[in-house]
């Protein structure tokens, strides 16, 4: 896959199969988001593979999925199997926002280009999940997890309408994500 797809192509998924993913290309995520951009060259981030059944459990009991969406919450046979959770060191940096934001994106686009779905969440119990994960709160900070599964559901970009944001499902029952224009993004080209 080539970036240009991979970049027009990535879209959140919500609903997975239950294959499991295999541990290399969970690690193969890993490289590449440790290569990622990063500011100063800092490298601030650490990562947590939770592939393990119960901490996958733990780890979904304690994240809100798809607010838009009337019954947007994965069913038990649509959970993702694998979490990637995003740690700030403490010990290195204070503020993780740029750090965190290249190697998602680094991760979901991997993810694609080896027919992984992700889903980027932010909407954690963090406390929890790091007592979960047995993490020391006072080094590391939770920053997001990114859920991961075989695709179980189509997600597409589709145009905005009168400034509504909300993803909602068709009548096919894809995910359609609203995307401002291009129009409406560009300020100006000289």
């Known amino acids: 896959m080539d970036v240009k797809t991979a970049l027009l192509e990535r879209r959140t998924i919500r609903k997975f199969t239950q294959t499991p993913i295999l541990e290399q290309d969970l690690t193969d995520l890993i490289e590449y988001a440790r290569l990622a951009a990063y500011p100063a060259n800092l490298q601030p981030l650490k990562f947590a593979i939770i592939t393990e059944n119960e901490l996958c459990n733990k ?46 994106t680094s991760m979901m686009l991997g993810a694609l280009e080896k027919g992984i779905g992700s889903c980027w969440i932010g909407a954690l119990n963090k406390k929890n999940i790091m007592e979960a994960l047995e993490l020391d709160e006072e080094k590391y900070n939770l920053l997001y997890v990114l859920a ?5 559901q189509e997600s597409q970009a589709c145009p905005m309408q009168d400034n509504n944001v909300k993803y909602f499902l068709d009548e096919n029952n894809k ?14 080209k000289k």
């Open 148 to 152: 991961l599964g075989y695709p179980a």
């Open 175 to 188: 995910l359609n994500v609203p995307k401002r224009s291009m129009n409406e993004v560009l300020l100006f």
């Open 59 to 104: 780890v979904f009991d304690n994240t809100k999925w798809a607010g838009y969406l009337p019954d947007g919450t994965p069913k038990e046979a649509e959970r993702p199997t694998a979490f990637i959770a995003v740690l700030g060191d403490t010990e290195i940096k204070n503020s993780f926002e740029v750090e965190a934001g290249a190697a998602v």
